[in-house]
């Protein structure tokens, strides 16, 4: 059976900046759990942050992929540095990954280790620029397809055809 990776705080478990979920009450996702499909993750609490903790950022709205080359930082709302706890967490995800032999995730969008499609521009202004978040990067990198919480039927449709 394929495995699916999956944001933790879709799962409703309280582990975001701050200290909340985003609950998904998805019938697929349900039925994906039902089936024990579910790899349930949190990158950034992985990568030790905590719960809660400022609110965080690709600097420039450059994207994953130049946080893990080395040409863009994290940066926290109160100036913090935390690109090693980011990176640290995409490893970590990859490795979960790895180790249940996931190709599939769905990922919070949005966030700035889990977006897809986007993520903030490095502001804090609450303004969305197209981008992936560190760990989708990673995964993606390593040929682990990502959707988000709102692509669930084309999720869906890429289970059918890795199964297939
Ligand atoms: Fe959710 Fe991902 Fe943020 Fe963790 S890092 S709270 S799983 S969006």
Redesign the pocket.
Known sequence: MQRILV????MGRR???DGGA?TSADALLAGWRAEGRLVV?????AGGLPVPRPAAEIEGGAGGAAVLSGDARVLASDGSDVTAEFVA?ARAALEAARSAGVRLAM??EG?P??GALAIHDGTFGGRRVPGQGV?TALLEAHGVRVFTEDQLPEAADHLRDLEA
Request: proline share 5%; hydrophobic share 30%; charged share 20%.
């Open positions: 944001s933790a705080c879709l582990v975001r900046y985003k993750f949190c990158p950034e609490v967490g990922l919070k966030s280790s889990c760990t």
